[in-house]
């Protein structure tokens, strides 16, 4: 896999796709590590977006988990 400059950690072991392969966080919670990883790194311009965009994923997630619970009342 290709390590992008803007997922650089002081310590590899914290590379954003293996917590999320190692804690089985699947789409939506890895794409918010994911996020917040990388906000302001990737593109400084893109800060807010980049933490919009985490946010995002967690409302899908909470959404995702009231439906479920919902359909087993």
């Keep these: 896999m290709k390590k992008e ?3 650089n950690t002081v310590n590899e072991l914290y590379e954003p796709y293996k917590i999320i392969n190692a804690l089985d966080l699947g789409f ?3 794409n918010v590590l994911k996020y917040v990883f990388r906000a302001g790194k ?3 311009s893109k800060h807010i977006e980049d933490l919009q965009k985490a946010k995002d994923y967690i409302d899908y997630e909470i959404e995702k988990v009231l439906n ?3 359909k087993n009342i």
Excluded: A, E, P, V
Aim: glycine share 8%.
């Design 5 to 7: 400059k803007h997922y």
């Design 28 to 30: 939506n919670l890895g």
């Design 42 to 44: 990737k593109d400084q």
């Design 68 to 70: 479920k619970i919902d």
